[in-house]
Structures are given as structure tokens and as C-alpha cells.
């Protein structure tokens, strides 16, 4: 059964950094295409980055040079690095597995970013 | 960039009814369109993948059809447990979401 368990996430200034956490059992994330999805409250979903299985990486233009999505394959964990943090960075942050053609077919619970202004 | 453009916003129906979703893209998609569920306070669920094709273990009364620029999600009998939000996605974007409630 695959699980994905995300961490990390809580209150932080703007201006700030986290990194969150993405755990996987019953998938191994090196040879699986992993991505971040976030949703801000009461707003709709936003892809943020995906990490392909050789390792290349695409980001949201939002995003683009402030996140850098990560994996410790001993670990099996998937991790993002949210720096220069804003306030519309606020939003809970899920990580799914990108399957064929972009099919998001696992999620994670997600983990609530709030950043303070 | 590619817009999806999902209607309606929201809707309210009754148990037994059928429930309609379009999503309209920008550009072709062909058929790569999928379709979440996503309950309140939980992580989305995929229901629907590659335009039509039902993921193991969801109800059929679920159901998806389209290609190109034009897609549809429909729930055959709407049940109390279908009450969620529903997203259409391709790629990195997502359609606005169609609430869906009880009349």
C-alpha cells in the first residue's frame, strides 16, 4: 500500500525558510516521478515542482528560485525547501506521485505552511 | 500557458440526480484530463485519469468522456458521500473546482 506522510510545515515569518518533509513507504521515490501540490485555504489547487526519476526537476514560475524540491533515496523521503517565504505562500502543501501523463494517483495529507506578515 | 476554464463554480442537486462538470482547455489536450475529488479538510483523490478511464476501486457511478479542448465529468446518481469539490487537471494546471452540494 503506498503512503505518503508530509512534515515540517507551521508558522513563519515572511522572510522565512521550512523544509518539508514527504515520506513514502510501499513506493520507492528514485524510480518514481514525485510532485508538490499546494492549496491555499478556501483556494483551488496549484502544482508547485515535480522531480522526475532521473532527477530532473521543474518548478512553478511562482515558485522558480525561492523552492528546491529534493530526495535522500537511504531514506526514501522527498523533501521542499521553501525560502523567501510571502505571505501567499500560505497554503497546505501535498506530495503526490506523477504517474504516465501527469496522473496524480497518491497524495499525501498535507502539511499547512502559514506565513506571518 | 494553458487555462482550463471548469463550470459550473458550484452546483446543487439532489440525491438520485445526475451531476455534470465541464472542463474546457485552451489548447488540445488530447486526452490527457484527469479528475479529483477532494472532501473538506482531506487531500484530493483521483477518480478519473486519461479523460475516461475509472481508477481501480472508485465507484462507477463516476464517470469522465471528452478529448481535445472539451471534458466532461459526470456523477450518474448523486449520493451524500459525493459531496467534495471537483478539480480537473492537466499537467501543472488545475481547473477552478465545482463545488458540489445537497439540495
Known amino acids: 500500500e503506498v503512503q505518503l506522510v508530509e512534515s515540517g510545515g507551521g508558522l513563519i515569518q515572511r522572510g522565512g525558510s521550512l523544509r518539508l518533509s514527504c515520506a513514502a513507504s510501499?513506493?520507492?521515490?528514485?524510480?518514481?516521478?514525485m510532485t508538490w501540490v499546494r492549496q491555499s485555504p478556501g483556494k483551488g489547487l496549484e502544482w508547485v515542482s515535480v522531480?522526475?526519476?532521473?532527477?530532473?526537476?521543474y518548478y512553478a514560475d511562482s515558485v522558480k528560485g525561492r523552492f528546491t524540491v529534493s530526495r535522500d533515496t537511504s531514506k526514501n523521503i522527498l523533501y521542499l525547501q521553501v525560502n523567501s517565504l510571502r505571505a501567499e505562500d500560505t497554503a497546505v502543501y501535498y506530495c503526490?506521485?506523477?504517474?504516465?501523463?501527469?496522473?496524480?494517483?497518491?497524495w499525501g495529507q498535507g502539511t499547512l505552511v502559514t506565513v506571518s506578515p | 500557458d494553458i487555462q482550463m476554464t471548469q463550470s459550473p463554480s458550484s452546483l446543487s442537486a439532489s440525491v438520485g440526480d445526475r451531476v455534470i462538470i465541464t472542463c474546457q482547455a485552451s489548447?488540445?489536450?488530447?486526452?490527457?484530463l484527469n479528475w479529483y475529488q477532494q472532501k473538506p479538510g482531506k487531500a484530493p483523490e483521483l477518480l478519473i485519469y486519461?479523460?475516461?478511464s475509472l481508477k481501480t476501486g472508485v465507484p462507477s457511478r463516476f464517470s469522465g468522456s471528452g478529448a481535445g479542448t472539451n471534458f466532461t465529468f459526470s456523477i450518474s446518481s448523486l449520493q451524500p458521500d459525493d459531496i467534495a469539490i471537483y478539480y480537473c487537471?492537466?499537467?501543472?494546471?488545475f481547473g477552478g473546482g465545482t463545488k458540489v452540494e445537497i439540495k
Open positions: 486519461d479523460a475516461s
Open positions: 489548447e488540445d489536450l488530447s486526452d490527457n
Open positions: 487537471q492537466h499537467y501543472g494546471t
Open positions: 503526490a506521485r506523477w504517474s504516465g501523463a501527469a496522473i496524480f494517483d497518491f
Open positions: 522531480i522526475f526519476s532521473d532527477s530532473s526537476i
Open positions: 510501499g513506493l520507492t521515490i528514485s524510480r518514481n516521478f
